[in-house]
């Protein structure tokens, strides 16, 4: 059974068996829609190259063109995007003529996606079925990968398990046949070493004098997610992939998080539809979105990540090669 004639999940349907991990995840990308009415329809870095005047849009297609390039994407390539958000990636990999497949957890994101008629999947990339295994030539996790852990995870000792589980998977998605057999992921790192997961767990109000503790813990609130260190991500893939390219994005998504704030803080000014969105976003998930909220405005724990020198945070794009 090819990829393109599996049967995909109607708007309104949700497989039952994914784990409470996917929920937490789910509620981040529940803002979807609000997000769109701004103007923001990527969620990870765009690529600036260190000019700040750079458009957001210019920045994010040039982010995309790096990741398709990486992969060699060209007519009839099969690739497949694991997180694939409203399908911004997936629509310029199909305008290069790939065979495109995405997966997301999100309700909304899949209803867009397949509202632009993308094949995306509504699914948890650890429950892909095993007609899946060996057909595709590339694959792309495009931020997903800081929400495939959370501070539970690191508690209980399966962080590093988590990411080799990851690399597993990925190596029997792609065909052994294929001269490509490659993987671009890109991901925020906690630059300093891990942080203790109890201080994510932790009501922000209880760690006021505690900056990293403070800003992380309002960050696992708004998005869920725990990030690796340096260096952990290549440890977990040695028995399938190598690492031939590492790329340091930090700075570019510095600039994308102030992009963001900017569109937000005009939509609010300019959109009345905006602001009524967000509103019954408060009314149905109250503290979700306080805490969304919070991460641009007042506290700004989205910014803070890429302020000072250091920045408690770096973000990468590694390439992998299958061995």
């Given at each position: 059974m090819k990829v393109n004639e599996l049967a995909r999940p109607g708007a309104g349907e949700y497989p039952a068996e994914l784990s409470e991990v996917a929920a937490i995840v789910r509620r981040c990308y529940s803002l979807t829609g609000v997000s769109m009415l701004a103007g923001v329809e990527d969620y990870t870095e765009g690529i600036y190259d260190a000019d700040s005047r750079t458009d957001y849009r210019e920045a994010q297609r040039r982010q995309h063109a790096y990741l398709l390039d990486e992969l060699g994407v060209k007519p009839g390539f099969r690739l497949l995007e694991i997180g694939c958000g409203l399908g911004t990636l997936l629509a310029a990999a199909q305008a290069r003529g790939a065979r495109v497949t995405g997966v997301t957890i999100s309700e909304e994101q899949f209803a867009v996606c397949r509202a632009r008629g993308l094949n995306a999947v509504l699914t948890d990339y650890r429950k892909l079925p095993p007609a899946w295994r060996g057909t595709f030539d590339g694959i792309v996790v495009n931020g997903a990968l800081e929400h495939f852990c959370q501070p539970e995870?690191?508690?209980?000792?399966?962080?590093?398990?988590?990411?080799?589980?990851?690399?597993?998977?990925?190596?029997?998605?792609?065909?052994?046949?294929?001269?490509?057999?490659?993987?671009?992921?890109t991901a925020l790192h906690f630059r300093h070493g891990?942080?203790?997961?109890?201080?994510?767990?932790?009501?922000?109000?209880?760690?006021?004098?505690?900056?990293?503790?403070?800003?992380?813990?309002?960050?696992?609130?708004?998005?869920?997610?725990?990030?690796?260190?340096?260096?952990?991500?290549?440890?977990?893939?040695?028995?399938?992939?190598?690492?031939?390219?590492?790329?340091?994005?930090?700075?570019?998504?510095?600039?994308?998080?102030e992009d963001w704030l900017r569109l937000f803080l005009r939509a609010l000014r300019e959109r009345r539809g905006f602001a009524t969105a967000l509103l019954r976003h408060f009314v149905r998930r109250p503290v979700h979105t306080f805490w969304f909220v919070a991460s641009f405005l007042g506290p700004a724990s989205q910014l803070w990540q890429f302020r000072g020198d250091p920045t408690p945070v770096q973000h990468f794009r590694h390439t992998w090669q299958a061995v």
């Amino acid at each position: 059974m090819k990829v393109n004639e599996l049967a995909r999940p109607g708007a309104g349907e949700y497989p039952a068996e994914l784990s409470e991990v996917a929920a937490i995840v789910r509620r981040c990308y529940s803002l979807t829609g609000v997000s769109m009415l701004a103007g923001v329809e990527d969620y990870t870095e765009g690529i600036y190259d260190a000019d700040s005047r750079t458009d957001y849009r210019e920045a994010q297609r040039r982010q995309h063109a790096y990741l398709l390039d990486e992969l060699g994407v060209k007519p009839g390539f099969r690739l497949l995007e694991i997180g694939c958000g409203l399908g911004t990636l997936l629509a310029a990999a199909q305008a290069r003529g790939a065979r495109v497949t995405g997966v997301t957890i999100s309700e909304e994101q899949f209803a867009v996606c397949r509202a632009r008629g993308l094949n995306a999947v509504l699914t948890d990339y650890r429950k892909l079925p095993p007609a899946w295994r060996g057909t595709f030539d590339g694959i792309v996790v495009n931020g997903a990968l800081e929400h495939f852990c959370q501070p539970e995870d690191v508690l209980a000792g399966r962080q590093d398990p988590i990411y080799e589980n990851m690399f597993a998977i990925l190596a029997g998605l792609l065909d052994p046949a294929s001269p490509a057999r490659r993987v671009v992921t890109t991901a925020l790192h906690f630059r300093h070493g891990p942080v203790p997961p109890e201080k994510l767990l932790r009501s922000p109000c209880r760690q006021l004098f505690d900056r990293q503790g403070f800003h992380y813990a309002i960050l696992y609130r708004g998005y869920g997610g725990y990030y690796p260190v340096p260096g952990q991500l290549e440890r977990c893939a040695r028995n399938a992939f190598r690492l031939v390219r590492e790329q340091d994005g930090t700075r570019d998504y510095g600039l994308t998080a102030e992009d963001w704030l900017r569109l937000f803080l005009r939509a609010l000014r300019e959109r009345r539809g905006f602001a009524t969105a967000l509103l019954r976003h408060f009314v149905r998930r109250p503290v979700h979105t306080f805490w969304f909220v919070a991460s641009f405005l007042g506290p700004a724990s989205q910014l803070w990540q890429f302020r000072g020198d250091p920045t408690p945070v770096q973000h990468f794009r590694h390439t992998w090669q299958a061995v």
